[in-house]
């Protein structure tokens, strides 16, 4: 089992849809971040959060470090929100443990 | 603010061979990290280095090496190189250690070992 679950895996939704991907872990952890790819490889961190929530113009993420849980949700989808989205935690203070990731399709 | 740059961003090389990708972390800071990416494992940690040490190293084979000078810049360098050895290598940094700092990711080198 990995220490780090994400679902889906897959997601399509129509444009403007309100949208949520789950990230659960299984280790003790320090901080987790949420990471987006598109195509062509480059990564861009959106969140970096070690408890609550955080906002950032149309994305939400929240952690509740005792369910070992966290969210990340996008209002108002937009076709250039499709990327795939990675939960990565941090085990130790130097090192990080990757879900395998959320690929997004919203769809004009 | 120039951003994190890697070098080359694609190459191709030959079972047996080896190979060294390097990365310009982001003015100012001082950790850098390095990944592997692939279809099948998905992305992982190869290692970290901080004032130009290896701070932690992930489960890969001695063939993955790295080194930082005293400019924070970092190479990476894999040895006899793997069909297997096929990625992406994504190099990060951050200002300070990983935890707790927000990480900035270069573009990556993608690796074809033929």
């Known amino acids: 089992k990995n220490e780090v679950e994400q679902s889906p895996q897959n997601l399509t939704a129509q444009e403007g849809e309100f949208i949520t991907i789950n990230c659960s872990y299984s280790?003790?952890?320090?901080?987790l971040h949420w990471l987006q790819q598109h195509p062509g490889g480059g990564i861009v961190s959106l969140f970096m959060l070690s408890s609550g929530k955080k906002k950032h113009g149309r994305l939400i993420a929240t952690i509740n470090i005792q369910e070992k849980h966290s969210s990340l949700h996008i209002t108002a989808s937009h076709p250039r929100d499709s990327a795939v989205y990675i939960c990565?935690?941090?085990?130790?203070?130097?090192?990080?443990?990757f879900g395998t990731g959320t690929r997004l399709q919203v769809f004009p | 603010k120039a951003g994190v740059t890697q070098t080359p961003r694609y190459l191709i090389k030959t079972r047996g061979q080896q190979v060294t990708l390097s990365c310009s972390p982001i003015?100012?800071?001082?950790?850098v990290s390095w990944y592997q990416q692939t279809p099948g494992q998905g992305l992982q940690f190869l290692f970290e280095?901080?004032?130009?040490?290896?701070?932690n190293k992930g489960n890969f084979p001695g063939r993955f090496s790295g080194r930082q000078f005293s400019n924070s810049r970092s190479e990476m360098n894999v040895s006899t190189l793997e069909l297997g050895d096929s990625a992406l290598y994504l190099c990060a940094s951050s200002l300070d250690r990983i935890g707790g700092n927000t990480i900035y990711f270069g573009e990556g080198s993608w690796l074809t070992v033929v």
């Open positions: 990565a935690v941090e085990e130790r203070a130097d090192k990080l443990i």
């Open positions: 280790v003790g952890i320090s901080a």
């Open positions: 003015s100012g800071h001082r950790s």
């Open positions: 280095y901080f004032s130009e040490t290896q701070r």
